[in-house]
């Protein structure tokens, strides 16, 4: 394995510039390189499994490591491991099937209902473009058209889902556990401007899946795609951030080698050239040699005024957010209002000035609670009072 080398030091620059606090060890990087690069000398591989216990691992480096045995067939590995991880990838698969089968009445219910679908996320590259690598995912994520959007989330209602709205989207529940999320957008950072969703859904093909079809994206925009959402998520944590989404960038470029100028032309397309290139960035950082179009397409390193405005959003400590959201009723919603207006402001839209804000405040906060008009607004906000008082009444008795 690489002594740590400049790329090294500039890989940690970058997460101090972009992520504040966050932080990843020394094994994960070591794990996400040798998942890249294969190394056929048996020298890289002792030295990283020399800093790795298995029992003391966290789950999502346990993960890593079954998608890394997988690739690999076992070869390198120590043998008391391989039991381990090869249960572990196993209960993934199951856990992935058992997902699709939760979803599977919705998808129908969506078909019979003449709403196009796409699947998109994790359950696009588990079944279909990558379907033999299992995927750590919560619930599967659905795309459908922004004018049928609330008829799809009104049939999972019926279905016996409950829904949970967001600005882009429904996290439909099941028992407390998620089962789909529901969009009317692929990227949720383009949640002001016109979105060519169904450009998107052109451009890729149809999976099939025990009787049901539906849309997937193309592997350029799955590569997009996983680059934008994952590199959201990676900004987003307190301490250290998943490595998971390069390992989807690898396989997605194995096995259908994606353009990176054409990934370049969509991000722009998309309203999300911005966010690529910070995930390039990243990228170029941990595997320097792997995508050199795509580093080529990104250009120069996006200025640090755009990187600061994102890190704007991680200014409140993760203890804080949670003391916040686990607080009175009043703070709990000055919280969660603050929190959507920075969220929008620096992660969303980072050149728009104040005016365009208040513009479309009113739009986005109808999107966000997923109603039609500002006439519902009293009455949803009546609701979600409503709604936190029980809460907090449950959490105190």
Same mark, same amino acid.
């Given at each position: 394995?690489?002594?740590?080398?400049?790329?090294?030091?500039?890989?940690?620059?970058?997460?101090?510039?972009?992520?504040?606090?966050?932080?990843?060890?020394?094994?994960?990087?070591?794990?996400?390189?040798?998942?890249?690069?294969?190394?056929?000398?048996?020298?890289?591989?002792?030295?990283?499994?020399?800093?790795?216990?298995?029992?003391?691992?966290?789950?999502?480096?346990?993960?890593?490591?079954?998608?890394?045995?997988?690739?690999?067939?076992?070869?390198?590995?120590?043998?008391?491991?391989?039991?381990?991880?090869?249960?572990?990838?196993?209960?993934?698969?199951?856990?992935?099937?058992?997902?699709?089968?939760?979803?599977?009445?919705?998808?129908?219910?969506?078909?019979?209902?003449?709403?196009?679908?796409?699947?998109?996320?994790?359950?696009?590259?588990?079944?279909?473009?990558?379907?033999?690598?299992?995927?750590?995912?919560?619930?599967?994520?659905?795309?459908?058209?922004?004018?049928?959007?609330?008829?799809?989330?009104?049939?999972?209602?019926?279905?016996?889902?409950?829904?949970?709205?967001?600005?882009?989207?429904?996290?439909?529940?099941?028992?407390?556990?998620?089962?789909?999320?529901?969009?009317?957008?692929?990227?949720?950072?383009?949640?002001?401007?016109?979105?060519?969703?169904?450009?998107?859904?052109?451009?890729?093909?149809?999976?099939?899946?025990?009787?049901?079809?539906?849309?997937?994206?193309?592997?350029?925009?799955?590569?997009?795609?996983?680059?934008?959402?994952?590199?959201?998520?990676?900004?987003?944590?307190?301490?250290?951030?998943?490595?998971?989404?390069?390992?989807?960038?690898?396989?997605?470029?194995?096995?259908?080698?994606?353009?990176?100028?054409?990934?370049?032309?969509?991000?722009?397309?998309?309203?999300?050239?911005?966010?690529?290139?910070? $995930? @390039?960035?990243?990228? =170029?950082?941990? &595997?320097?040699?792997?995508?050199?179009?795509?580093?080529?397409? /990104?250009?120069? %390193? !996006?200025?640090?005024? $755009? @990187?600061?405005?994102? =890190?704007?959003? &991680?200014?409140?400590?993760?203890?804080?957010?949670?003391?916040? /959201?686990?607080? %009175? !009723?009043?703070?709990?919603?000055?919280?969660?209002? =603050?929190?959507?207006?920075?969220?929008?402001?620096?992660?969303?839209?980072?050149?728009?000035?104040?005016? !365009?804000?208040?513009?479309?405040?009113?739009?986005?906060?109808?999107?966000?609670?997923?109603?039609?008009?500002?006439?519902?607004?009293?009455?949803?906000?009546?609701?979600?009072?409503?709604?936190?008082?029980?809460?907090?009444?449950?959490?105190?008795?």
């Amino acid at each position: 394995m690489p002594e740590r080398n400049d790329r090294t030091t500039e890989l940690s620059r970058l997460l101090r510039a972009l992520c504040g606090k966050m932080r990843l060890r020394r094994k994960e990087i070591d794990l996400i390189r040798l998942y890249a690069d294969l190394p056929e000398d048996d020298a890289p591989w002792e030295a990283f499994f020399r800093s790795v216990d298995v029992a003391r691992e966290d789950y999502a480096f346990c993960c890593m490591l079954a998608r890394l045995m997988q690739r690999t067939g076992g070869e390198h590995f120590p043998k008391e491991m391989l039991p381990l991880l090869s249960g572990l990838r196993k209960k993934l698969g199951v856990k992935n099937l058992l997902a699709f089968r939760d979803v599977s009445g919705l998808l129908s219910k969506l078909s019979d209902a003449g709403i196009p679908v796409m699947m998109i996320k994790g359950g696009s590259l588990r079944f279909a473009l990558l379907p033999d690598v299992p995927q750590r995912m919560s619930d599967i994520d659905l795309v459908v058209p922004e004018e049928r959007y609330r008829e799809a989330v009104r049939l999972a209602e019926e279905a016996g889902l409950t829904a949970d709205p967001s600005m882009h989207s429904a996290d439909m529940r099941r028992e407390g556990h998620g089962c789909a999320d529901i969009h009317y957008r692929v990227f949720k950072e383009n949640i002001r401007r016109p979105e060519p969703t169904d450009v998107i859904a052109k451009r890729g093909g149809t999976a099939d899946r025990g009787g049901i079809s539906f849309a997937v994206p193309s592997p350029e925009d799955a590569f997009l795609l996983t680059m934008v959402n994952a590199f959201g998520n990676f900004m987003t944590a307190s301490t250290k951030g998943p490595v998971s989404w390069i390992a989807d960038c690898v396989d997605l470029a194995d096995r259908y080698d994606p353009d990176g100028e054409l990934i370049a032309a969509h991000a722009k397309e998309y309203g999300v050239f911005t966010q690529f290139c910070l $995930a @390039a960035q990243l990228l =170029r950082c941990f &595997l320097p040699d792997r995508f050199p179009a795509l580093y080529a397409a /990104a250009g120069a %390193p !996006v200025p640090a005024r $755009a @990187a600061r405005r994102i =890190r704007a959003y &991680l200014r409140l400590p993760k203890k804080t957010r949670e003391e916040l /959201a686990d607080g %009175p !009723v009043a703070r709990r919603f000055i919280y969660r209002a =603050r929190s959507f207006m920075v969220s929008y402001r620096c992660m969303y839209h980072l050149s728009d000035p104040p005016a !365009v804000l208040l513009r479309d405040l009113p739009g986005m906060i109808l999107s966000w609670r997923g109603i039609g008009s500002m006439t519902e607004l009293p009455r949803e906000i009546a609701r979600t009072v409503r709604r936190w008082r029980e809460q907090s009444a449950a959490e105190r008795s």
